[in-house]
């Protein structure tokens, strides 16, 4: 069973790597016109609407195609996730391993999702590039053979904490490379190259600041749930709920820079441009979190199984 | 609604100490800075993960200090071993409870005025709104877009040639709770920290302890614990149970620890028969008992050749690997002369060719004691896990299976007599736990409230001079928390007060 969950995860990023080319040749074929008139409703079902116009759109068709690979891919590496679970006869978010499946999956899937409303073809690059990375890394480096858990991790807290902070990683990941694309567009728009290269490509930076806040929007509430959870399964198993751990101080200054984030967003002066770098680094707080501290810090919260 | 929050910036050339505390007092409660505090108290944080932490690896601080004797010392001076609890620590986040506090009070206050208004009256040039749109519309436009208001429940106000509606207080309220919330969390964790206590205790097979400070091996409490009232309750730990992974690439890994106890709530009161493990602790009034480690403690027996035994007990040895190899020393100072052991027991023994004896499974397959025996000035107190073996005479070394005995050359026997399992119990009393959580809850459910709701207003209002059949209106609309759904609001409202079927295509390119 184990032996055929590995299988499926292969066979996913099989698809997954075909679903990036054709993203890319997707992106490499799309020019987003551009806005003629600002009266043109910047909502997002009117954003999808003005992109949407012309049927024989180039670049359409490849990525429409991408979009499913996307997800078939998706659906071998829940496969591959489910016989994992079944192979080890528990819930498989027991290691860095497991967790870096499950995590992959979240970010696929709050992106198809999102995909399935509004226009998100151009950003498949980016997602299917993040998941390949995840999924390569873990088969790599984080490989670790299916077994049980030790006793600290067997609760039902786990389940519960750690699907929130997989679904966190996913959308900061998505958050990030929508700010990116920000970042990106809106020098372009400063400039007057927009209609140029790669920002000829992407949606308008207002736009882009728009999806990156939802995003964040969206993930803020469940990665506070997620450090909640955290804290009252520690209070359960350790008697604190906080200890300042390398792995708890780590996802609070995540949370303070997301927080941080947030405010800006509605500070004069701090919109934009500033706002969106702080959105960067708390995804790179993120990150830090999830490899730098499983990795090399030693803490209680060492369950990398590496 | 963020600009309100804005110092002003025109000040007079000449403040006054009123207008300095005024203009202080804004300025701290303003957005930017408690944006800028909140980015500091990231940056505070980020010291307590790089350098050990006193209040939770203490011994991992000295090693360190020693390690780097340079830097080590004024690291120390600027509190980065113990961050959480540096004085600039607490300014950081002093500051921002009071910008907080600052903030949410006016807030509140200016929150449950607008409450009880109805919204204000729709702007002069509506064209100017970021969603925008003039459209033909049947004659009782206005009544048509009332009415569908007041069906989705926004605030309505009515005037001859206008509309205006408010939606999404309830946005701003979770935005109040939220806020409001995580200083109760705050709160409770001060609470926690001044009226709280924690113990850790190691406990062997068939031994107890009290809810006294002398049974304890360490204690940390609040400052307003009386130490001498701690809980009355005693526990005995009957049995404890470990089980390994057997195989595979994980073999030893830990799998289930479980303890039997005979617990009473007080002195007084019958001893109940209770089971514990990890993740589900012993639960005491005022008190619970986590079972957070284990390891071995070899029962050994040292007998005079003229037969006086002077040692006979099980010793905790501490565990040094995942293999449970451990170790731990035997101290008789008083005896004439003094006698001492240091021990390293092996559950599964074997003799690694670089590292010497190592246990490489920590379930008992094969235990094993390896001992050294010294005579001389054994020094009394310091700490029971390790023996200076400098000023003593070092009489031989043996490895011992259970039950074996051990001749000295002066006679005296060593018996390895057999072992038993110990469990690190911690021990925990936090009176703010449930302030916390209750916080805690309202933090999730505020912020999901300001975040997935969105408070926005639109404004319909009949066009004069504008000759078509019916009539035309312009519909507009502005989000106050900067997302898309007003958009949306204008497109529908647009829909309900056509004078005729629009047609997909007409939505979008008006
Ligand atoms: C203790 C640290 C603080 C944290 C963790 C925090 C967190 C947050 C979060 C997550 C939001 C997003 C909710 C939303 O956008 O509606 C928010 C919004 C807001 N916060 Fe804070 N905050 C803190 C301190 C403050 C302080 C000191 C102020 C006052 C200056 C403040 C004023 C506001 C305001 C006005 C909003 C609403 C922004 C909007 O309408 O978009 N916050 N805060």
């Known amino acids: 069973m184990a032996q055929l969950s590995n299988t499926a995860v292969y066979a996913s990023m099989l698809v997954y790597a075909l679903a990036l080319f054709a993203f890319a040749a997707s992106l490499a074929a799309r020019r987003v016109p551009l806005p003629s008139s600002q009266k043109v409703l910047v909502g997002p079902a009117g954003a999808t609407a003005t992109e949407q116009q012309s049927h024989d759109e180039p670049g359409r068709k490849s990525g429409n195609i991408a979009i499913s690979l996307t997800w078939l891919a998706t659906g071998l590496l829940i496969v591959g996730f489910v016989l994992r679970g079944l192979a080890a006869e528990r819930f498989p978010l027991g290691n860095m391993y497991e967790f870096s499946l499950g995590a992959a999956i979240a970010v696929a899937l709050v992106y198809l999702i999102a995909a399935s409303r509004t226009d998100l073809r151009w950003l498949g690059v980016w997602v299917v590039g993040a998941v390949l990375l995840t999924l390569g890394v873990a088969v790599t480096l984080l490989y670790t053979e299916s077994a049980q858990l030790v006793p600290a991790l067997k609760s039902w807290w786990l389940v519960i904490h750690v699907s929130a902070a997989a679904v966190s990683g996913g959308a900061f990941t998505l958050s990030a490379g929508l700010i990116v694309a920000y970042l990106i567009k809106q020098r372009a728009e400063d400039r007057g190259t927009a209609g140029k290269g790669l920002a000829s490509r992407l949606p308008s930076a207002e736009r882009l600041d728009g999806l990156a ?87 209680l919260h060492s369950y990398s199984g590496v | ?64 200090i020693n390690a780097n004797p340079q830097v080590g010392p004024w690291l120390d001076r600027l509190g980065m071993f113990d961050v959480f609890a540096a004085p600039w620590f607490a300014a950081v986040y002093l500051l921002l409870i009071v910008s907080l506090i600052g903030c949410i009070v006016p807030r509140t206050a200016d929150f449950l005025r607008t409450v009880r208004k109805p919204p204000p009256a729709a702007p002069s040039r509506l064209s100017r709104m970021p969603a925008y749109e003039r459209t033909p519309a049947v004659p009782e436009a206005l009544d048509l877009a009332e009415e569908y208001l007041q069906q989705r429940h926004w605030r309505v106000r009515r005037e001859t040639d206008a509309i205006s509606a408010e939606k999404g207080y309830v946005q701003e309220v979770g935005n109040l709770i939220f806020h409001l919330c995580f200083i109760f969390l705050l709160l409770a964790v001060a609470v926690g920290g001044l009226f709280g206590w924690s113990a850790k205790v190691i406990v062997v097979e068939g031994r107890g302890f009290t809810g006294s400070l002398t049974q304890f091996d360490s204690f940390r409490s609040g400052r307003f614990v009386d130490p001498d009232r701690i809980a009355p309750f005693s526990v005995v730990l009957e049995q404890f149970t470990a089980t390994f992974q057997e195989t595979g690439q994980q073999a030893g890994a830990p799998r289930q620890f479980e303890a039997e106890a005979l617990v009473s709530e007080r002195p007084d009161a019958a001893p109940t028969q209770q089971e514990f493990s990890v993740n589900s602790p012993l639960v005491l009034p005022g008190v619970k008992v986590f079972l957070t480690g284990h390891g071995y403690a070899p029962e050994i027996k040292v007998t005079r050749p003229d037969g006086t035994v002077i040692f006979d007990d099980a010793v905790v040895f501490l565990p040094r690997d995942g293999n449970l190899t451990s170790s731990g020393v035997v101290k008789v100072p008083d005896v004439e002369p003094g006698f001492a052991l240091t021990g390293l027991f092996l559950p599964t023994a074997t003799i690694d060719p670089v590292m010497g004896p190592v246990s490489t499974f920590p379930a008992a397959r094969d235990p094993q004691l390896f001992l050294g025996a010294f005579t001389g000035d054994v020094p009394t107190g310091g700490n029971v896990y390790k023996l200076d073996t400098s000023g003593l005479d070092r009489v031989g070394t043996k490895a011992l299976r259970p039950g074996e005995t051990w001749t000295l050359p002066d006679g005296t026997e060593v018996e390895f007599v057999g072992y038993r399992d110990f469990a690190n119990l911690s021990l925990a009393h936090d009176p703010g736990r449930w302030l916390a959580l209750v916080a805690a809850a309202l933090v999730i459910v505020g912020v999901s409230m300001s975040l997935l709701l969105q408070r926005r207003r639109v404004w319909v209002r009949l066009v004069p001079g504008v000759d078509t059949v019916g009539g035309t209106v312009d519909v507009a609309g502005l989000s106050r928390s900067g997302g898309g759904r007003v958009h949306e609001d204008v497109a529908e409202i647009v829909t309900v007060v056509h004078n005729r079927q629009r047609t997909e295509d007409e939505t979008w390119h008006n």
């Open chain 1, 213 to 299: 806040y939802r995003t964040i929007a969206f993930v803020f509430p469940v990665w506070t749930f997620a450090v909640i959870a955290g804290a009252i399964w520690a209070e359960n198993a350790w008697g604190r709920y906080w200890g300042w751990d390398p792995k708890e101080t780590w996802a609070f200054i995540t949370w303070v820079i997301y927080a941080g984030y947030l405010h800006a967003r509605s500070t004069a002066g701090w919109k934009g441009r500033k706002a969106a770098v702080i959105g960067l680094i708390g995804f790179l707080a993120f990150l830090i979190n999830y490899f730098g501290v499983n990795l090399f810090a030693t803490g």
């Open chain 2, 1 to 64: 609604m963020t600009t309100t929050m804005e110092p002003t910036r025109s000040q007079g050339p000449r403040l006054g100490a009123r207008g300095w505390l005024r203009w202080g007092w804004r300025t701290l409660t303003s957005m930017r800075t408690a944006l800028i505090l909140l980015l500091l108290l990231a940056l505070a944080s980020i010291p307590g993960s790089v350098f050990p932490q006193r209040g939770t690896d203490a011994a991992a601080v000295n090693e360190w």
